[in-house]
């Protein structure tokens, strides 16, 4: 009888805990929770003079360029410094950085960041390495964004199957429907399927990976693909055997002398549609803008083949307020609870945590004063998700 009598008090403890925190939803440990994530590009690193950049700083130096016009100097993140009218400075990640910048993801409500993967030790895993080193990553989940070429180990990205498994066991690692690691593709393409040699190798690879997965013990991972040709996407999806389709960006036409930014995210929404027509389950892409000014006048080294200094200077959208990015969000949130058998991953990406250059980012920025503005994180903190 005293054991009966336990056993009801701890139930009805358990009970007013659940009613006076108001269960719902967003509670950490509910299966209903949409995770929401966001992609990092990592070009803010520190300067270098890496021969395989022709010594011209890097990607940092290139960026920093780009921001350096005093129009586009509150674009840059809170970590850089206004040296004038005419020139920023950024000196790159250190832990205390990184450590803030989760921080701010935390506050914003981010479960996950999605981080581009690239080789260990360059420049551009900088970012990844510190996330990985910080005292705080617990606080904020992270997921690969891996070229297909990561599976068959080539030049760019020798590491392969085993170094996906390593970062899938760590305990910050995003799952999705349980235990399953959340894996994106950044648009798999012909010619690496007929460099792995065919269709039935690309797919050998893949399984590989699942295998290897559930010979740690972990979930099997759900795989995404991202692609704006939407064809093609279906197409890598069926060959590779994965779950679900995505984007990296979205940017419509373009843009037309600053379209509204609600004409991006109707973009976005009717993407989410047809992604589900295909019968391929969805992860929402959901924007934060397209704005390329900065990278039209004053392009970036890898994209000079394609982009010329002020060519196509009329095509972009107007900078969106931090409201209505919150509002985008809950739009993305509603329609994973809408579309339940789309969406069963329960899992949301964003463009982008710092792609500050193009026009998409969340990470907190600069004021003119020096001072940081998180105004979107503030707005974001506030969607039920």
């Known amino acids: 009888m005293k054991n009966l009598i ?24 509910s299966q209903d929770k949409i995770a929401v994530g966001a992609i990092r590009w990592d070009a803010w690193h520190q300067p270098t003079k890496n021969v395989a950049h022709g010594g011209w700083g890097g990607p940092v130096k290139a960026v ?25 400075r950024i000196d790159g990640y250190t832990q205390e950085i990184v450590d803030q910048e989760i921080t701010y993801a935390k506050s914003g409500g981010l479960d996950y960041w999605a981080f581009l993967l690239y080789k260990s030790g360059t420049e551009m895993s900088q970012g990844f390495e510190l996330y990985l080193s910080s005292k705080h990553k617990a606080d ?39 235990d399953r690691p959340l894996l994106y593709f950044f648009r798999p393409d012909s010619s690496w399927v007929k460099g792995v040699g065919g269709a039935q190798m690309a797919r ?68 989410w549609d047809s992604c589900a027509v295909t019968g391929k389950e969805v992860v929402p892409l959901v924007t934060s803008g397209w704005n390329r000014l900065p990278r039209i006048e004053r ?62 980012w969340l990470c907190p920025t600069i004021n003119e004063d020096g001072s940081t503005n998180d ?5 974001l903190a506030k969607v039920n998700h």
Not at 9 to 24: E, N, R
Not at 375 to 379: D, G, I
């Open 6 to 29: 336990r056993i009801l008090t701890a139930v009805s403890i358990v009970l007013l805990i659940g009613f006076s925190t108001g269960c719902s939803n967003s509670t950490e440990n």
């Open 64 to 88: 920093e360029r780009s921001l350096s016009p005093k129009k586009y100097q509150t674009r840059a993140p809170f970590f850089a410094t206004i040296v004038s009218d005419t020139s920023i």
């Open 140 to 178: 904020v989940n992270f997921c690969a964004i891996i070229s297909a070429s990561h599976l068959n180990g080539e030049k760019e990205n020798p590491e392969g199957i085993p170094y996906l498994i390593r970062l899938m066991n760590e305990p910050s690692y995003q799952m999705v429907m349980g």
């Open 204 to 271: 050998q690879l893949v399984d590989s990976l699942r295998q290897e997965a559930v010979r740690e013990n972990l979930g099997n991972p759900y795989i995404v693909v991202m692609h704006h040709k939407l064809d093609l996407a279906v197409s890598m999806a069926n060959i590779m055997g994965a779950e679900a389709l995505s984007d990296y960006a979205k940017w419509g036409h373009g843009g037309n002398h600053g379209s509204p930014y609600t004409e991006l995210t109707r973009t976005a929404h009717e993407f």
């Open 299 to 360: 392009p970036v080294p890898w994209e000079t083949s394609w982009q010329k200094p002020g060519q196509n200077i009329e095509k972009y959208f107007a900078l969106p307020t931090p409201e209505e990015i919150a509002a985008h969000l809950q739009e993305g949130c509603d329609w994973v609870d809408e579309h339940p058998e789309a969406a069963p991953s329960r899992a949301i990406l964003i463009y982008a945590w710092n792609e500050h250059d193009e026009g998409g």
């Open 375 to 379: 105004s979107r994180m503030k707005a």
